[in-house]
């Protein structure tokens, strides 16, 4: 389609704001009479809480109160599930045990909230959680996923038999009757470690109770304002007009910032109720190392059975999943894995068994990616030991594999996050791999510069991964789009904002619809009070979901515009145009109305109108789509790596990107550049260490190093389009695409670079220091 | 309450010093703000180094070097004199945090915090470099291989300042080089950091002087490898044994930044790689 708006690489409207320190976010959010918070949070993984004095805390001055789980009387419950129980597969397990707003009888993790202060000020109130002394008997803890499911293991849960948190078991074909037939059988243990989703800004809310007029205002860094205002009218027992949930601009969200009803979410707006004050809770790092999700710890039992040309017969992957001390998001991280672990191949028989493991670490939901990554980097890996043993080029055993164009839309047999059959909608995937090899000269590389490079004592190696993401999930996202009388353009979605630019894309959508300039109009985004039907920004959704919802809305506005511009310009409806704010009669461009008076025409003061009519130029609508979009991409990458202390530095990086419909170039590749480097640090650089009672050991941003400017490479961005059918707008998801392959990628390229070492590498995240742990044994054989 | 003292010259400085629980030296605060945050009772009182003007400055004198405790990474980083006749000590000072944390941390803080991994000790020790030391009633000059005690340990007293740090002018024939890894390139501890300082003639080493960080409890040298290199003639091979040398002389730990055996391999990969650049000057 010929577009003037979608498509074009348009500045973002709302970095004026950002970049001159005018948005807002929720610190800067005061309020007079406000109240700080502060909580004590348990030192021990797995401790049972025998007593808890707060008398002291409570005399200190500018203390006004403490809550302890005992204070809290009837109104203390678990959170709410977030995700809705499990599917209906044959004999899953499931036992959903919910996080709790303050401790009761047992610490489950560390940095689990005891006891909260409300104080005048934080700094009394971080003083006052001093002054709480709390008897602990401190428990042995369970770490190790295998040794929790042991008999005889401490259990997290003391009502449970072991530490199964859950069991889910999938098919596809036959794949015992595969692997009879196989010429090749791999099998490996493969681990993928824990990472934080490390966003800029920690988590915050601010929440202020009107008690003459019963109204809730609560500023929260959520990616789902609409599910908390939701959960917090069904545990405080208001209505759902006197809730609003406002999540203004977020300093990233990147999964742990969804609909999680995290404790305090539950918690400081309850306290608000009680005290009638407004109250303000700003996370500080260590708390977010300690209290904030994580994710990807899961250990895999994988088998591939291939053909000696390098066809895959089948794939079996047996896994255990680390869910933390709580599973309140359900399977979707599982889930996810099993849906990304057959990759963007087109694999007959298949067989996946997890086991979902509560350990007293902090809890596990999806962070930027949600089980993809480690899907990903088990059949990627598992697909270069084999071309290796068949003797097959890396580039060809993937490209005999992939789903061809013509079997979509492609059907798993297996369920997704959605618990909806895995369909892949459509794709054309050659394509896309292939410009990722031009754009990086893979050949070239290959041929030429790798063995002059090698001649000069350099450890140069590539890396070319391809991966597929499910995006674009349901259930539905809506819209109301508005022609104001200064004829300016106000639009309400549900959603929240993180970073994505939904100011300028939504925008762009209704530019094209309406004719107006990008920079007129307004977007809001997360507002409660504004728009209170929908679910939130994750799983690659917004664009997609909201997008679609936004197009729907704005293109019944534009029917509106047309029929009473036709009547009032005398003009049949398909001689007229909407351009630079106007509709004008296509021939005779002085014949015009602009949409602001259009607006006010709609909406008249006086006289009679016809029966059925709606007031002025505005339209609500939804889009549900009826299984997710996939996307598909391929990375390519060039690195250096010094043999001896195993540093690295990335030469080139390559991207090649089909997310459908590309809404704008500019913000399309700002977010695969973060994510790219989200996944750099996921591969190389990031790694949380629990020791064995369960601390966390580098707790700190000077501990967990997240890569930084000197670290990034450029990244170069190519495009290539599939739309979708799914949806109007042809569009897919983009927003964690840039973080899956990468631990993959860095896997491949540095076998490649380090090839003469005899280097398997089987576990992510990476570092230097493991890195020449890996080799080490074999240096020690070769001597 | 947090007392801030901030005197106007060395003599008040030295004056509010001379007291039974004297108050704690802030220059740049890098390190200690960070320490403060979590013990803020063990901070109740600062004497703030902002007025002195004799802890200042870069000079050469006689025969000397001679660096005032204030001066920031920044300007030892930049100093041409330093660059001319220091380079190991300019370089170590470009390797430092970040540019903001160059240019408020100081010299004398970097020695003072005594980390292992600090990255000026090295250098400085390899240039055989002397604190100097001053109370109210008395000056005394320690050589800085014997300044530090520990982590965090030094033998500055509590009523001492640290005024300058000075070391021998040194010859032009001579050669230094700093090496550093850390798990990022930028804003990131060291997991080992190694500074050399020879005087070679004809590829033969006349003497030398290695300093290694963040292998032992304090920075330090290897005497044994020193001693073992002097007199002879610099080749691959010889390199290779001193690499090894080096591994042994030297007690890494495990921590959650590296391991024993990735810190007793890179050290010998640092030193293999100082001494090779002495060879192809």
């Given at each position: ?783 | ?6 005197p106007k010259d060395l003599?008040?400085a ?13 220059a740049g ?20 180094l902002e007025n002195v003007r004799e802890l200042c400055g870069i000079h ?6 001679r660096i005032g405790s204030r001066a920031t990474?920044s300007e030892i980083?930049?100093s041409?004199i ?24 100081t010299i004398g803080g ?22 100097e ?28 300042l640290l005024v300058a740090i ?116």
């Amino acid at each position: 389609m010929t577009t003037k708006f979608i498509g074009k690489r348009v500045k973002r409207n709302e970095d004026p704001r950002l970049l001159t320190g005018q948005a807002q976010f929720v610190d800067d959010v005061e309020i007079p009479g406000m109240l700080h918070a502060a909580f004590l949070r348990s030192d021990y993984a797995h401790a049972r809480l025998l007593s808890i004095d707060v008398s002291e805390a409570r005399k200190r001055a500018g203390v006004v109160a403490v809550f302890t789980a005992e204070d809290m009387g009837d109104d203390w419950q678990p959170g709410p599930p977030l995700v809705s129980p499990p599917p209906t597969v044959k004999d899953v397990i499931f036992h959903s045990r919910r996080q709790v707003p303050l401790v009761k009888d047992k610490v489950r993790h560390a940095g689990e909230a005891i006891a909260v202060v409300i104080a005048e000020s934080r700094y009394i109130a971080e003083d006052a959680v001093e002054d709480i002394l709390v008897e602990f008997e401190p428990l042995e803890a369970v770490i190790d996923l295998e040794k929790g499911l042991e008999a005889g293991s401490p259990l997290v849960h003391d009502d449970l038999e072991s530490n199964l948190a859950a069991h889910l078991f999938q098919k596809k074909g036959d794949y015992e009757a595969a692997r009879e037939k196989a010429d090749l059988v791999i099998a490996r243990r493969i681990v993928v470690d824990r990472g934080a989703a490390a966003a800029m800004e920690n988590r915050g809310i601010v929440t202020d109770w009107d008690k003459k007029s019963q109204h809730l205002t609560v500023w929260d860094t959520t990616q789902a304002p609409i599910p908390i205002r939701n959960g917090l009218v069904a545990r405080l027992g208001l209505s759902e007009h006197k809730v609003r949930v406002i999540a203004p601009f977020i300093g990233g969200g990147f999964g742990p910032k969804m609909m999680m009803f995290y404790p305090e979410e539950m918690l400081i707006p309850w306290v608000s109720m009680k005290l009638n004050r407004p109250i303000k809770w700003i996370e500080d790092r260590r708390e977010n190392f300690y209290a904030t999700t994580q994710e990807r710890g899961q250990i895999h039992d994988v088998e591939i059975a291939l053909s000696k040309d390098g066809h895959i017969l089948g794939l079996k992957d047996i896994f255990l999943h680390d869910t933390g001390a709580y599973d309140p998001y359900g399977l979707t991280t599982p889930l996810n894995t099993q849906c990304h672990v057959m990759g963007p191949y087109d694999i007959k028989n298949f067989t996946s068994e997890v086991s979902v493991v509560f350990t007293n670490k902090t809890l596990v939901t999806p962070v930027r990616g949600a089980g993809r990554p480690q899907g990903i980097y088990i059949i990627e890996r598992l697909l270069d030991i084999a071309a290796r043993e068949l003797g097959i080029d890396l580039i060809a055993i993937r490209k005999r594999n992939l789903i061809p164009p013509d079997a979509f839309p492609y059907e798993h047999e297996i369920i997704d996050q959605a618990f909806a059959p895995l369909v892949l909608d459509s794709g054309n995937y050659w394509p896309v791999m292939e410009k990722a090899l031009e754009m990086v000269g893979y050949d070239q590389f290959i041929e030429y510069e790798q063995p002059r490079l090698r001649a000069e004592g350099k450890y140069v190696g590539i890396g070319v991964i391809p991966f597929l993401e499910s995006t674009g999930v349901g259930p539905y996202e809506g819209a109301r789009v508005t022609v104001e009388a200064s004829g300016k353009i106000n639009v309400a979605t549900g959603i929240g904002t993180q970073g994505q630019g939904h100011f300028t894309s939504f925008a762009q959508i209704v530019a094209e619809q309406l004719g107006v300039a990008v920079c007129d109009v307004r977007i809001v985004t997360g507002d409660t009070a504004e728009f209170h039907w929908g679910t939130g920004t994750f799983a690659s959704r917004g664009a997609v979901v909201a997008g679609n919802a936004i197009h729907a809305s704005a293109s019944i506005v534009r029917q509106k515009v047309l029929k009473l511009a036709s009547k009032i310009l005398k003009t049949p409806e398909e001689e007229l145009e909407l351009e630079d704010g106007l509709v004008r009669v296509i021939d005779i461009p002085h014949k015009s109305i602009s949409l602001g008076e259009l607006a006010l025409l709609a909406n008249p003061l006086r006289g009679a109108v016809q029966p059925g009519t709606e007031p002025g130029l505005e339209a609500t609508a939804y889009f549900g789509p009826q299984y997710g979009a996939t996307a598909f991409g391929t990375h390519a990458m060039i690195l250096e790596i010094d043999p001896e202390t195993m540093m690295l530095e990335i030469k080139r990086y390559i991207t090649v990107e089909d997310c459908g419909t590309v809404l704008n170039p500019l913000i399309l590749e700002g977010q695969i550049h973060g994510g790219v480097s989200m996944g750099i640090g996921n591969a190389y650089y990031e790694k949380l260490h629990f020791d064995e009672n369960g601390q966390l050991l580098n707790a700190s941003f000077a501990d967990y190093l997240i890569p930084s400017a000197t670290e990034l490479p450029r990244i170069e961005v190519g495009h290539v389009e599939t739309q979708s059918p799914l949806n109007e707008l042809g569009a897919k998801g983009v927003g964690e695409a840039g973080t899956l392959p990468v631990p993959a990628l860095f896997a491949q390229a540095i076998e490649n670079a380090l090839n003469n070492r005899d280097l398997e590498i089987l576990e992510t995240p990476l570092s230097p220091n493991r890195l020449y742990e890996l080799l080490r044994p074999n240096e020690e054989k070769s001597r | 309450m947090t007392q801030i003292l901030v005197p106007k010259d060395l003599q008040e400085a030295l004056e509010l010093l001379a007291i039974d629980h004297p108050p704690r030296l802030l220059a740049g605060g890098t390190d200690l703000l960070v320490l403060r945050k979590d013990n803020p009772e063990k901070f109740a009182s600062f004497l703030v180094l902002e007025n002195v003007r004799e802890l200042c400055g870069i000079h050469k004198e006689n025969n000397r070097i001679r660096i005032g405790s204030r001066a920031t990474h920044s300007e030892i980083e930049h100093s041409s004199i330093l660059m001319k006749y220091a380079p190991v000590l300019a370089h170590a000072a470009a390797e430092i945090g970040s540019v903001q944390i160059r240019n408020r941390g100081t010299i004398g803080g970097n020695i003072v915090n005594a980390s292992p991994a600090g990255d000026l000790i090295p250098a400085l020790i390899a240039l055989d470099a002397v604190a100097e030391l001053h109370s109210l009633y008395r000056k005394r000059e320690i050589p800085l291989r014997e300044f530090f005690l520990g982590p965090g340990r030094t033998v500055c007293r509590l009523n001492e300042l640290l005024v300058a740090i000075h070391f021998e002018l040194p010859d032009a024939r001579e050669h230094g080089v700093f090496l550093k890894i850390g798990p990022r390139k930028a804003v990131a501890c060291s997991k080992v950091n190694v500074a050399v300082q020879a005087l070679m003639h004809h590829r033969t080493v006349e003497w030398i002087r290695i300093a290694l960080g963040a292998v032992a409890p304090t920075v330090i040298r290897a005497p044994r490898t020193e001693a073992w290199l002097q007199g002879k003639r610099l080749s691959p091979e010889l390199i290779a044994e001193a690499r090894a040398m080096v591994r042994e002389e030297i007690s890494p730990i495990t921590d959650i930044r590296s391991t024993v055996e990735y810190r007793r391999h890179v050290a010998g990969v640092l030193i293999e790689r100082a001494l090779e650049s002495s060879l192809s000057k």
